[in-house]
């Protein structure tokens, strides 16, 4: 153990940790992996690689239903992934000019030059790079090139090229290595620049994902500046150099070098350096052993570890993120306990690799804590076990020891990350001995504590596996554990299975999957990206990758295949991949772009030690109805229907059914759409999101068609975190769009540090909304918040909009939109009622207005001021705006080139209940009414803009002349009694900022009318009618009405249950006075019980004869429906034999019957599908089913 470890430390050669992302290349063993093949904690993913030589190859045929969406490139002598500045992942091919070189006792090949080839995410070519391979003084060969996986623009020089790092490692002959890195621009041969070293770590410390601000670290072996530790001699440090991006007079200095003495390096998985960025600053963590790990190396008789020796981090940061060079902030130590009885090495970076340099997860106090792995080796068995600690660290220009936080666990042999669950604590599994078993133990990453634990052996049969993955679920998440057993039927074919696992130790449901004939192996693909049930295709169902050993036709050995396969076990693959006659065997797999445009399933290839990419397009398979066109739309059905508008945003769509999105993130890329979406009136409901569920809806200048449409669409239940600015749950940004009849209800829209709104962010170039609405919370205190629409610019307009619920943000928040440009179209007959709370320049319909009108709006509910602006001026809130601005040719009366603007705030009526500031109050004001910016109508407004000075005191205090006078763009606008005028200075007048006062009880249908409103059903008329009169809403409003479920089984003399909710609109004793119900065919069902838990109406409807009724609901002049099937409740599958239903069981929707083969019929006797052992109903919709076998049958009812 002792003469490998003092290798490693000699050539750098040892083999990778199992957590660390380390370049596969030995001679590179610093250099990080680049993201397709890493986790989303930075660690590798679990292998899916086959080795194999090229003479394993068997001829098979491997076209399959995908081949269509296949893209090649060229086989090459290497090949990778490249990650781009914007997040994409690109790819490259490496074509070496060499030469093979015959020797006396052996032959080598010499590389004399390469030719690189970048290809984008289509895998189209970008540029190519060649150049010949230059040796310096010393160097005899070229031992490896290696392509560093960072690209950069702007980085090296100034243009917009991209540019990329070719690593090379050269054999000299004094048996030691050279490393350089040579740079180009993605398409010159020209070199940009040479460093000494090779990269080891590359972070990007921009503050939005438009930047880019690198910081690039080169790693040298140089020649000591330390001869000596602790008496023991040192001959080569390791040297990092970290440059930032060149200036205009070129690249300078490192930002940062530091020096560590190679006898010093922590042990064999040692990351001597690594980096991450932390609120727009780089930091880099430096660590090393204080004295060389052994008491003496070169003692072949000495294996005793040094005594007080510790790990050393230095953790170096700039003083602020506009700093070009770091400094040391400061060093902690961690103990070592290693003793001759307890061989034990500690490392950073070697559990989740950058993130081992944790912010935030914690500590609150802004300092980074340390993830560090204290590894044990077993000389008897030459095993490793390890320890995971937390350790907080030393703060500023500090040295001290660090202090254990957490315990992440002791004494396990490794651990498998799980994935990221939204809502739940990062996991990793532990697997541990219990007794004669093992336990999985899933362990909490912010507190150390085991969350879950579970034994192998589920139930008969069942198990976990080194293969469980952690999956999103409606009610939180399971675990899906791949099974090592197969089973085959009589037909030969062949199943293997994944078991999904309850929180509790449930069998969820199984999937069998059916992987063929002839099959001696099988591995399903069980990492978590593989589990999206969209991500092959479009329909809900699952489907699972993975590799096969195959019998040769011939009977003679086997071959491996890659397999695509449906959780139903009677679907054809939908990928099936063997050995390929041109390519040779599959060598790798690996998903990429995932999240952007050009989604691939990417399977590389080997042949006589030449390799080929072969890119799949993902889905595999698109849209089952419609062709995209405005005869023949795509009909969305799923949530990857939803998904994948984003691979065809020109083309028409429509809703074909209700979506929930339970358990499901949907994924959003940066597309803009300029097709059409019509919802149909369809729901979807419980969508997650962190930015809006289209990027921008855009009408193309040239389009003389319809284009960048959105219409008839619902959302219930909603939730956005925003992660970027102008997010809305529908879009970011409109451009020439026309959005109507988009309706959001019981949202919950929140963000830490950008703006938002509920329903589209920014809206501009003739953009319209009309008869949409948003219901619920949107919280982001800081920030800029619209209750439909973030601003309003360029003609754009916002008609017939309604918004309810509560609104808390920052400054600039409207109740319609946050700011009104002057020149867009404006708002008109819209109507707010909500609890507006945000700190200043808040309006019931907008924050801020440059004067586009706003007419005929009645705004309801409360507005809450709680901050002045920082430069004074009031709090600027007003029941429709909080900031008017200035009309300018009041401010130059004397101007005759200026003419006065039209109105800007018309035929209003505000009926809120309280209109407040509940801040500080302003201790002075600069000048008269500055400060005077809270009223019924507008707040701040020309009235409150600075008087002309017409001299100044002996003090230089400036005198100011008369007051401005009030803005003369008010028309109109009336306020609701009792509400109190706040200033009792302004006018109680249709044309102040307080508008006139009306009692409630006095206003009605004709009085609004006699203002301009208008009374109908459509955007040109959508006042409501037949509402409350004092209290006008849209023809629109009063919620949505649904039904769950709309579609149900139930044999006669049964009974289900329907239940109502009304979302948008909090159920009161009045509402549910006016509640009714019709079921068609009562001769079919009756109505039974009927109650209101307080939150729904729950009605038992019992069915009586065989056939089939619609069930119509009506509430607060809303219309749900459901359709009732009643079957009869003898089961009508006469064909099938046998009662002895016992054999069969039926547990947590799987039914059982080992050693037989079970088949699912519907209520109507069609088969439905078919397993072994064991067969899934989970998927099925609610009815009545049978499961039989030869046998026995057994009456399900789902």
Same mark, same amino acid.
């Not at 290696?146 to 004094?174: R, W």
């Not at 959003?668 to 930015?691: A, C, M, P, Q």
């Not at 430069?871 to 900031?883: E, F, Q, Y």
């Not at 989970?1178 to 049958?1193: E, H, K, M, T």
């Given at each position: 153990?002792?003469?490998?470890?003092?290798?490693?430390?000699?050539?750098?050669?040892?083999?990778?940790?199992?957590?660390?992302?380390?370049?596969?290349?030995?001679?590179?063993?610093?250099?990080?992996?680049?993201?397709?093949?890493?986790?989303?904690?930075?660690?590798?993913?679990?292998?899916?690689?086959?080795?194999?030589?090229?003479?394993?190859?068997?001829?098979?045929?491997?076209?399959?239903?995908?081949?269509?969406?296949?893209?090649?490139?060229?086989?090459?002598?290497?090949?990778?992934?490249?990650?781009?500045?914007?997040?994409?992942?690109?790819?490259? @091919?490496?074509?070496?000019?060499?030469?093979?070189?015959?020797?006396?006792?052996?032959?080598?090949?010499?590389?004399?030059?390469?030719?690189?080839?970048?290809?984008?995410?289509?895998?189209?070519?970008?540029?190519?790079?060649?150049?010949?391979?230059?040796?310096?003084?010393?160097?005899?060969?070229?031992?490896?090139?290696?392509?560093?996986?960072?690209? +950069?623009?702007?980085?090296?020089?100034?243009?917009?090229?991209?540019?990329?790092?070719?690593?090379?490692?050269?054999?000299?002959?004094?048996?030691?290595?050279?490393?350089?890195?040579?740079?180009?621009?993605?398409?010159?041969?020209?070199?940009?620049?040479?460093?000494?070293?090779?990269? @080891?770590?590359?972070?990007?410390?921009?503050?939005?994902?438009?930047?880019?601000?690198?910081?690039?670290?080169?790693?040298?072996?140089?020649?000591?500046?330390?001869?000596?530790?602790?008496?023991?001699?040192?001959?080569?440090?390791?040297?990092?150099?970290?440059?930032?991006?060149?200036?205009?007079?070129?690249?300078?200095?490192?930002?940062?070098?530091?020096?560590?003495?190679?006898?010093?390096?922590?042990?064999?998985?040692?990351?001597?350096?690594?980096?991450? $960025?932390?609120?727009?600053?780089?930091?880099?963590?430096?660590?090393?052993?204080?004295?060389?790990?052994?008491?003496?190396?070169?003692?072949?008789?000495?294996?005793?570890?040094?005594?007080?020796?510790?790990?050393?981090?230095?953790?170096?940061?700039?003083?602020?993120?506009?700093?070009?060079?770091?400094?040391?902030?400061? +060093?902690?130590?961690?103990?070592?306990?290693?003793?001759?009885?307890?061989?034990?090495?500690?490392?950073?970076?070697?559990?989740?690799?950058?993130?081992?340099?944790?912010?935030?997860?914690?500590?609150?106090?802004?300092?980074?804590?340390?993830?560090? @792995?204290?590894?044990?080796?077993?000389?008897?068995?030459?095993?490793?076990?390890?320890?995971?600690?937390?350790?907080? +660290?030393?703060?500023?220009?500090?040295?001290?020891?660090?202090?254990?936080?957490?315990?992440?666990?002791?004494?396990?042999?490794?651990?498998?990350?799980?994935?990221?669950?939204?809502?739940?604590?990062?996991?990793?599994?532990?697997?541990?001995?219990?007794?004669?078993?093992?336990?999985?133990?899933?362990?909490?990453?912010?507190?150390?504590?085991?969350?879950?634990?579970?034994?192998?052996?589920?139930?008969?049969?069942?198990?976990?596996?080194?293969?469980?993955?952690?999956?999103?679920?409606?009610?939180?998440?399971?675990?899906?554990?791949?099974?090592?057993?197969?089973?085959?039927?009589?037909?030969?074919?062949?199943?293997?299975?994944?078991?999904?696992?309850?929180?509790?130790?449930?069998?969820?449901?199984?999937?069998?999957?059916?992987?063929?004939?002839?099959?001696?192996?099988?591995?399903?693909?069980?990492?978590?990206?593989?589990?999206?049930?969209?991500?092959?295709?479009?329909?809900?169902?699952?489907?699972?990758?993975?590799?096969?050993?195959?019998?040769?036709?011939?009977?003679?050995?086997?071959?491996?295949?890659?397999?695509?396969?449906?959780?139903?076990?009677?679907?054809?693959?939908?990928?099936?991949?063997?050995?390929?006659?041109?390519?040779?065997?599959?060598?790798?797999?690996?998903?990429?772009? =995932?999240?952007?445009?050009?989604?691939?399933?990417?399977?590389?290839?080997?042949?006589?030690?030449?390799? +080929?990419?072969?890119?799949?397009?993902?889905?595999? $398979?698109?849209?089952?109805?419609?062709?995209?066109?405005?005869?023949?739309?795509?009909?969305?059905?799923?949530?990857?229907?939803?998904?994948?508008?984003?691979?065809?945003?020109?083309?028409?769509?429509?809703?074909?059914?209700?979506?929930?999105?339970?358990?499901?993130? =949907?994924?959003?890329?940066?597309?803009?759409?300029?097709?059409?979406?019509?919802?149909?009136?369809?729901?979807?409901?419980?969508?997650?999101?962190?930015?809006?569920?289209?990027?921008?809806?855009?009408?193309?200048?040239?389009?003389?068609?319809?284009?960048?449409?959105?219409?008839?669409?619902?959302?219930?239940?909603?939730?956005?975190?925003?992660?970027?600015?102008?997010?809305?749950?529908?879009?970011?940004?409109?451009?020439?769009?026309?959005?109507?009849?988009?309706?959001?209800?019981?949202?919950?829209?929140?963000?830490?540090?950008?703006?938002?709104?509920?329903?589209?962010?920014?809206?501009?170039?003739?953009?319209?909304?009309?008869?949409?609405?948003?219901?619920?919370?949107?919280?982001?205190?800081?920030?800029?918040?619209?209750?439909?629409?973030?601003?309003?610019?360029?003609?754009?307009?916002?008609?017939?909009?309604?918004?309810?619920?509560?609104?808390?943000?920052?400054?600039?928040?409207?109740?319609?939109?946050?700011?009104?440009?002057?020149?867009?179209?404006?708002?008109?007959?819209?109507?707010?009622?909500?609890?507006?709370?945000?700190?200043?320049?808040?309006?019931?319909?907008?924050?801020?207005?440059?004067?586009?009108?706003?007419?005929?709006?009645?705004?309801?509910?409360?507005?809450?001021?709680?901050?002045?602006?920082?430069?004074?001026?009031?709090?600027?809130?007003?029941?429709?705006?909080?900031?008017?601005?200035?009309?300018?040719?009041?401010?130059?009366?004397?101007?005759?080139?200026?003419?006065?603007?039209?109105?800007?705030?018309?035929?209003?009526?505000?009926? =809120?209940?309280?209109?407040?500031?509940?801040?500080?109050?302003?201790?002075?004001?600069?000048?008269?009414?500055?400060?005077?910016?809270?009223?019924?109508?507008?707040?701040?407004?020309?009235?409150?803009?600075?008087?002309? $000075?017409?001299?100044?005191?002996?003090?230089?205090?400036?005198?100011?002349?008369?007051?401005?006078?009030?803005?003369?763009?008010?028309?109109?606008?009336?306020?609701?009694?009792?509400?109190?005028?706040?200033?009792?200075?302004?006018?109680?007048?249709?044309?102040?900022?307080?508008?006139?006062?009306?009692?409630?009880?006095?206003?009605?249908?004709?009085?609004?009318?006699?203002?301009?409103?208008?009374?109908?059903?459509?955007?040109?008329?959508?006042?409501?009618?037949?509402?409350?009169?004092?209290?006008?809403? =849209?023809?629109?409003?009063?919620?949505?009405?649904?039904?769950?479920?709309?579609?149900?089984?139930?044999?006669?003399?049964?009974?289900?249950?329907?239940?109502?909710?009304?979302?948008?609109?909090?159920?009161?004793?009045?509402?549910?006075?006016?509640?009714?119900?019709?079921?068609?065919?009562?001769?079919?069902?009756?109505?039974?019980?009927?109650?209101?838990?307080?939150?729904?109406?729950?009605?038992?409807?019992?069915?009586?004869?065989?056939?089939?009724?619609?069930?119509?609901?009506?509430?607060?002049?809303?219309?749900?429906?459901?359709?009732?099937?009643?079957?009869?409740?003898?089961?009508?599958?006469?064909?099938?034999?046998?009662?002895?239903?016992?054999?069969?069981?039926?547990?947590?929707?799987?039914?059982?019957?080992?050693?037989?083969?079970?088949?699912?019929?519907?209520?109507?006797?069609?088969?439905?599908?078919?397993?072994?052992?064991?067969?899934?109903?989970?998927?099925?919709?609610?009815?009545?089913?049978?499961?039989?076998?030869?046998?026995?049958?057994?009456?399900?009812?789902?």
């Amino acid at each position: 153990m002792k003469h490998s470890f003092l290798t490693a430390l000699a050539v750098a050669s040892a083999l990778s940790s199992v957590a660390a992302p380390r370049s596969e290349a030995p001679l590179f063993r610093y250099m990080p992996e680049p993201k397709a093949v890493t986790d989303f904690a930075g660690n590798p993913q679990r292998p899916s690689e086959v080795s194999r030589s090229s003479a394993d190859v068997a001829r098979v045929e491997t076209l399959s239903p995908a081949t269509m969406a296949l893209k090649k490139l060229p086989a090459s002598d290497d090949l990778g992934y490249l990650d781009m500045p914007n997040g994409e992942v690109w790819y490259y @091919t490496v074509a070496y000019d060499k030469e093979n070189v015959i020797h006396e006792a052996y032959s080598e090949v010499i590389i004399k030059g390469f030719k690189l080839t970048v290809y984008d995410t289509k895998l189209d070519i970008v540029g190519t790079v060649e150049d010949a391979v230059t040796m310096a003084e010393g160097e005899t060969k070229l031992a490896q090139l290696q392509i560093t996986p960072t690209v +950069t623009k702007k980085f090296f020089n100034d243009d917009d090229k991209y540019e990329i790092m070719v690593g090379l490692a050269f054999n000299t002959s004094k048996f030691v290595n050279h490393y350089r890195t040579v740079v180009y621009s993605i398409g010159n041969n020209t070199p940009l620049a040479t460093f000494q070293g090779y990269v @080891t770590s590359a972070v990007n410390s921009a503050t939005d994902a438009w930047s880019e601000k690198f910081w690039v670290t080169f790693m040298t072996e140089e020649e000591t500046t330390t001869p000596e530790v602790n008496g023991i001699v040192n001959v080569v440090d390791l040297v990092f150099n970290t440059y930032k991006s060149a200036g205009y007079s070129g690249m300078g200095d490192p930002a940062l070098t530091v020096r560590v003495p190679q006898i010093t390096v922590a042990g064999e998985n040692a990351m001597p350096f690594i980096s991450t $960025v932390s609120d727009g600053k780089p930091w880099f963590a430096v660590n090393r052993m204080k004295y060389c790990w052994y008491e003496d190396p070169f003692d072949f008789n000495n294996d005793n570890p040094t005594p007080d020796n510790e790990l050393m981090v230095d953790l170096y940061t700039l003083e602020s993120s506009w700093d070009a060079v770091a400094k040391l902030y400061s +060093t902690t130590t961690i103990p070592s306990t290693a003793t001759i009885d307890d061989l034990s090495f500690l490392y950073l970076g070697d559990f989740s690799y950058d993130n081992d340099l944790s912010f935030g997860r914690y500590s609150a106090d802004g300092l980074p804590s340390l993830i560090i @792995t204290r590894q044990h080796y077993t000389s008897s068995n030459d095993s490793y076990t390890y320890d995971y600690y937390v350790y907080s +660290t030393a703060g500023k220009s500090q040295t001290a020891a660090g202090e254990k936080k957490i315990t992440i666990a002791e004494n396990v042999t490794g651990g498998y990350f799980m994935q990221d669950i939204k809502g739940f604590d990062p996991q990793v599994l532990f697997i541990v001995e219990d007794g004669n078993s093992y336990k999985f133990n899933f362990v909490s990453l912010v507190t150390g504590e085991t969350e879950v634990s579970l034994p192998y052996m589920i139930a008969e049969n069942v198990y976990l596996t080194v293969d469980t993955e952690r999956i999103p679920s409606a009610d939180g998440y399971v675990f899906a554990a791949a099974q090592t057993r197969g089973a085959s039927q009589d037909n030969g074919d062949v199943y293997t299975a994944m078991a999904y696992i309850t929180r509790d130790g449930q069998v969820d449901h199984i999937d069998y999957i059916n992987v063929g004939k002839n099959v001696d192996l099988a591995q399903i693909y069980s990492y978590y990206d593989g589990f999206d049930p969209y991500i092959f295709n479009l329909d809900d169902n699952r489907e699972y990758m993975a590799l096969v050993k195959r019998k040769n036709d011939d009977g003679k050995g086997n071959h491996e295949e890659l397999l695509v396969v449906s959780s139903d076990p009677e679907a054809e693959p939908l990928l099936q991949l063997g050995p390929d006659e041109e390519m040779g065997s599959i060598a790798n797999i690996a998903f990429v772009n =995932l999240d952007g445009d050009d989604p691939r399933l990417v399977v590389s290839y080997v042949k006589d030690y030449s390799y +080929t990419f072969a890119a799949h397009q993902l889905p595999l $398979v698109g849209y089952e109805q419609g062709s995209g066109s405005r005869g023949r739309p795509y009909v969305i059905t799923t949530v990857g229907g939803l998904q994948h508008i984003s691979a065809s945003p020109d083309a028409y769509y429509v809703l074909g059914c209700d979506i929930d999105a339970s358990g499901h993130t =949907l994924k959003t890329s940066k597309y803009e759409f300029t097709g059409v979406l019509d919802g149909k009136g369809y729901t979807i409901s419980n969508l997650d999101l962190d930015r809006a569920l289209i990027p921008t809806v855009m009408k193309p200048s040239e389009a003389d068609y319809e284009a960048g449409v959105v219409r008839n669409l619902n959302f219930v239940n909603p939730t956005l975190e925003a992660s970027a600015e102008d997010q809305a749950i529908l879009a970011s940004v409109l451009s020439g769009a026309t959005i109507s009849n988009v309706h959001v209800y019981d949202a919950k829209v929140t963000s830490d540090n950008c703006d938002v709104a509920g329903l589209v962010g920014r809206v501009s170039l003739y953009s319209t909304v009309s008869e949409c609405s948003f219901n619920g919370t949107i919280d982001a205190l800081e920030n800029s918040v619209g209750g439909i629409a973030l601003n309003l610019v360029t003609s754009s307009a916002i008609k017939a909009c309604a918004v309810s619920g509560s609104i808390n943000g920052g400054s600039e928040v409207g109740g319609i939109v946050a700011t009104l440009n002057a020149n867009a179209a404006g708002v008109s007959d819209c109507h707010v009622d909500a609890a507006i709370k945000a700190k200043n320049t808040i309006g019931g319909i907008a924050g801020d207005s440059g004067r586009a009108l706003i007419a005929n709006c009645h705004v309801e509910g409360s507005i809450e001021a709680t901050e002045n602006p920082r430069w004074g001026g009031g709090p600027k809130a007003g029941g429709i705006v909080g900031n008017l601005a200035p009309d300018y040719s009041a401010l130059n009366p004397d101007n005759e080139q200026t003419e006065p603007a039209g109105p800007a705030v018309k035929n209003c009526y505000v009926a =809120l209940t309280s209109l407040s500031y509940t801040g500080q109050t302003s201790a002075s004001e600069q000048y008269p009414g500055q400060n005077d910016t809270m009223h019924r109508i507008v707040g701040a407004s020309v009235a409150n803009a600075e008087p002309d $000075v017409i001299d100044y005191d002996s003090e230089y205090n400036p005198v100011y002349g008369d007051p401005r006078e009030p803005d003369a763009g008010l028309e109109g606008n009336y306020a609701v009694a009792s509400l109190n005028r706040v200033s009792d200075k302004i006018d109680d007048a249709l044309t102040s900022t307080e508008g006139k006062s009306v009692a409630s009880e006095d206003t009605s249908v004709d009085f609004f009318t006699a203002m301009g409103w208008k009374y109908g059903n459509d955007a040109d008329n959508p006042w409501n009618q037949t509402g409350d009169a004092n209290h006008p809403e =849209l023809y629109f409003e009063g919620g949505l009405l649904t039904v769950t479920p709309a579609v149900a089984t139930v044999e006669a003399g049964g009974e289900i249950t329907f239940s109502l909710s009304l979302h948008g609109i909090e159920l009161t004793d009045e509402l549910l006075e006016g509640f009714a119900f019709e079921i068609a065919d009562e001769t079919v069902a009756e109505a039974g019980d009927m109650e209101f838990d307080g939150k729904a109406i729950n009605i038992v409807v019992k069915g009586l004869a065989e056939g089939s009724t619609k069930i119509t609901f009506g509430l607060n002049g809303k219309q749900a429906e459901a359709q009732l099937t009643v079957v009869r409740n003898e089961n009508s599958i006469t064909e099938i034999n046998g009662d002895k239903t016992a054999v069969i069981s039926y547990v947590n929707h799987v039914a059982r019957c080992e050693g037989s083969r079970l088949s699912v019929y519907n209520a109507a006797g069609s088969l439905l599908r078919q397993g072994r052992d064991a067969v899934s109903l989970a998927d099925l919709p609610a009815g009545i089913y049978v499961v039989a076998n030869d046998s026995a049958s057994l009456k399900v009812v789902r």
